[in-house]
């Protein structure tokens, strides 16, 4: 299971009576200006990550991109509560929320996110035919999303890292998880993504998550996890 750590700075709203950055665009009397950055708990900028801003009244979806300096600026309707999100290799996490209130005039509001990703994700909806390497048609919206991502993150080097569980011989195990970490790193290559960002390793069973002794424990066991090597 993944454990991501995520922490929300500071967060105001401030009436505008001050020159706009000519970089930035306007508040308006119906939407508010956000600017946001992104570090880590160094507080060091976090370039190309994907924040997510989630309407809960209306269901509108709003994001952003980070630049080299870890900021981007965005217009958001008012009169709105936001679910902040953050986009990972596998979906989006839920982060946090906050209210821009309906109220006259026009408003920036300054949001910094601290975030500290985990160094491995289990692609939770990638799978296989049975006994096998195949890619099943439902793993290539997931796969998708880790193309989108390493495309935005130019300098990100992954290991493909692929488990069984301990039903069969270790070798057998062995060959099956290289077999299908090999799978997902060629679709990767495939779809866009250089060669040398990407490494694969089958592990077998030696890297248990759960209980083999059960049904639900080898299901866990049987996984494909991402694995950080380079940011």
């Given amino acids: 299971m993944k454990t991501i750590k995520l ?4 967060l105001s709203f401030n009436f505008v009576v001050y020159a706009q950055d000519k ?13 946001v950055t992104v570090t880590n708990f160094q507080n060091v900028p976090r370039p190309n990550d994907i924040i997510i801003f989630e309407g809960t009244k209306n269901n509108t979806i709003h994001s952003g991109i980070t630049d080299a300096k870890g900021k981007f600026s965005i ?10 999100k953050y986009k990972d290799f596998t979906d989006s996490t839920d982060y946090s929320k906050f209210e821009i209130p309906n109220a006259p005039g026009r408003y920036i ?9 985990p160094k491995y994700y289990t692609l939770d909806n990638v799978f296989f035919d049975i006994g096998l390497a195949t890619l099943e048609p439902s793993s290539f919206k997931a796969l ?8 935005l993150k130019s300098t990100l080097v992954i290991e493909i890292a692929g488990h069984t569980d301990n039903t069969g011989t270790q070798e057998i195990n062995k060959k099956l998880s290289q077999d299908r970490a090999d799978a997902v790193r060629d679709y990767l290559i495939k779809n866009g993504i250089t060669a040398d960002r ?24 049987r996984r494909t996890e991402v694995r950080i090597i380079k940011e």
């Fill in 7 to 10: 922490f929300l700075v500071f």
């Fill in 23 to 35: 970089q930035s665009p306007s508040p308006t009397e119906k939407e508010a200006l956000v600017k």
């Fill in 75 to 84: 217009l958001l309707p008012k009169g709105e509560v936001y679910n902040i």
């Fill in 109 to 117: 509001s300054e949001l910094t996110i601290q975030i500290e990703p």
């Fill in 144 to 151: 998708n999303d880790l193309v989108e991502v390493m495309k």
């Fill in 198 to 221: 990407v490494t694969a390793k089958g592990y077998g069973d030696t890297e248990p998550v759960a209980d083999n002794s059960t049904e639900e424990g080898r299901q866990k066991n």
